[in-house]
């Protein structure tokens, strides 16, 4: 039975599994790799991989929908979805989609900030790597403002990040530059942060629709007109630069005004979701501010939700109003979204005798 320590605030999964092998005296290699996972499960491939997180998730005596969404990028990746689980915390969210998607944000090589590297060692007398740090597009540490460091080496993404500081190289200047100069670029890190916090995901027709009416009365003031007649022309003119062509690489080289799916398919495509990062983009371009784009969203998801309920009987609306109670949301909002008043609502939880019930004194 291996010894595990307790997995840090936001450390990344593959960070944690290199803590868990180190204290144990081994190396983070394919055959220690199989041997962890065969110990949790038979499963070998990508199932294997789910299990590897899984492994991880009884190590750190989590629930693994815990793990997942507090040690993976999986709540960014899976922000915005066709027809994915609407609450990433669910029983019913455990599906093999989620676990991959869990998985894409692990890859060769390390990212950090060395103020937080230092900080770490003295506090917790270790240092680790953090998921807000390896979001794509995020080149500044959200603390500190300090410019993020990289380590290519295969294997690093194990490393504790102290060990590997010596060989560590900042991110090219120009797109540091960019990227604390420029004020959208700035609300898609926010956006993105909220985003890996965020337990229930946006369907992606209700976004796709909220972003286009939000474009089309953003065209209508003066400092909104652009060339061209595409999203990507508004994009382009607010956020063009070394960070954009960086991480978006399809606006390197383009004609002014042309037509570029990635952003482009954001308003139009409702079967199919785009990356994320290119709806935090778009977000950041449309509004002004994070609690804007995000609130206008659940805006819309709410009013959609009413006019589909207006027909339901009341104790429906009721039990409605439980799960999104449970899912996170506080009495107000539950009553509001479900359209059941608030009384109601409290006598049936206290009745209940629901373990959160001390949430009702929430407004």
């Known amino acids: 039975m291996m010894l595990a ?8 999964a593959s960070s944690y599994l290199g803590r868990v092998f180190t204290l144990n005296g081994l190396t983070v290699s394919g055959e220690n790799k199989s041997r962890f996972t065969c110990g949790h499960s038979n499963e070998t491939g990508r199932q294997g991989e789910i299990s590897y997180l899984r492994g991880l998730a009884e190590s750190a005596r989590m629930p693994i929908e815990a793990f997942r969404f507090q040690h993976t990028l999986l709540p960014f990746f899976a922000a915005v979805q066709v027809d994915g689980p609407p609450d990433l915390l669910a029983p019913d969210a455990q599906t093999s989609k989620m676990h991959l998607a869990a998985h894409r944000g692990v890859r060769n090589g390390a990212i950090f900030c060395p103020n937080c590297v230092d900080e770490d060692l ?7 790597l953090r998921r807000m ?19 290519t080496a295969a294997g690093s993404q194990y490393s504790q990040p102290h060990a590997t500081k010596s060989r560590a190289v900042p991110l090219a200047q120009g797109v540091v530059d960019h990227a604390k100069s420029n004020e959208v670029i700035s609300r898609y890190t926010d956006i993105c942060l909220a985003m890996l916090e965020q337990r229930l995901t946006f369907s992606t027709e209700k976004v796709a629709a909220t972003l286009a009416k939000q474009t089309h009365q953003f065209l209508k003031r003066p400092r909104g007109r652009v060339p061209g007649d595409h999203l990507s022309s508004m994009v382009s003119s607010k956020a063009g630069g070394p960070w954009l062509s960086m991480f978006f690489p399809a606006f390197a080289n383009r004609l002014e005004g042309a037509y570029k799916a990635i952003v482009d398919r954001t308003l139009t495509n409702r079967r199919f979701s785009q990356p994320t990062a290119a709806y935090a983009l778009v977000m950041a371009v449309l509004y002004e501010s994070c609690d804007d784009a995000l609130n206008d ?6 009013h959609d939700r009413q006019q589909a309920q207006r027909h339901e009987a009341p104790s429906a609306r009721l039990e ?3 799960k999104s109670f449970l899912a996170g949301e506080s ?3 539950a009553a509001l979204s479900h359209q059941v008043t608030r009384p109601a609502l409290e006598a049936l939880l206290r009745k209940a005798v629901v373990p959160h019930a001390h949430r009702t004194l929430l407004p």
């Open 122 to 128: 003295g506090f917790w007398g270790v240092s680790y």
């Open 5 to 12: 320590p307790s997995p840090l605030p936001d450390e990344l």
């Open 133 to 151: 740090h390896h979001i794509p597009g995020v080149v500044l540490c959200a603390k500190h403002g300090a410019a993020l460091h990289t380590v």
């Open 320 to 322: 409605s109003a439980v």
């Open 297 to 302: 969203i659940r805006r819309s998801e709410v």
């Open 331 to 333: 009495i107000a909002q």
